[in-house]
C-alpha cells in the first residue's frame, strides 16, 4: 500500500473543514432561534403579567380572583366549542 501523499491530505483536510462550517453555521442559526424563541417569551409572559396587574388594580380583585375568571372563561368557551371529543372506550 503506498502512502497518502500530501495533495490528498490537503483535500480531506479542506473537506473536513467545510463540513465543520456547515455544521457550525448550522448550530449558530439553531441557537439564535432558541434565543429568539425564549425572548418572546419572557416578553409576552410580561405583558400578560403587567395586563393582569393593571386589571387587578382597576379592579381592586385578587391574583387569585383573575385567575379564576380566566379559567371559567376558558372553560366556557372550550365546551362550547371542543376541539377534542373523547370517544368512550367501555
Known amino acids: 500500500m503506498n502512502p497518502p501523499r ?12 467545510a463540513q465543520m462550517e ?3 453555521r448550522g448550530l449558530k442559526r439553531a441557537q439564535v ?3 429568539v424563541s425564549i425572548l418572546g417569551h ?3 409572559a410580561l ?3 403587567l395586563r393582569l396587574e ?3 388594580w382597576r379592579t381592586g380583585g385578587s391574583g387569585d380572583e ?3 375568571a380566566i379559567l371559567r372563561e ?3 368557551r372550550y365546551l362550547a366549542h371542543p376541539r377534542y371529543v373523547l370517544q368512550p372506550t367501555a
Open 42 to 44: 419572557w416578553l409576552l
Open 66 to 68: 383573575a385567575q379564576a
Open 74 to 76: 376558558a372553560i366556557r
Open 47 to 49: 405583558r400578560a403579567f
Open 33 to 35: 432561534r432558541k434565543a
Open 22 to 24: 456547515v455544521d457550525h
Open 54 to 56: 393593571v386589571d387587578r
Open 6 to 17: 500530501w495533495e490528498d491530505l490537503d483535500d480531506i483536510h479542506f473537506l473536513i473543514a
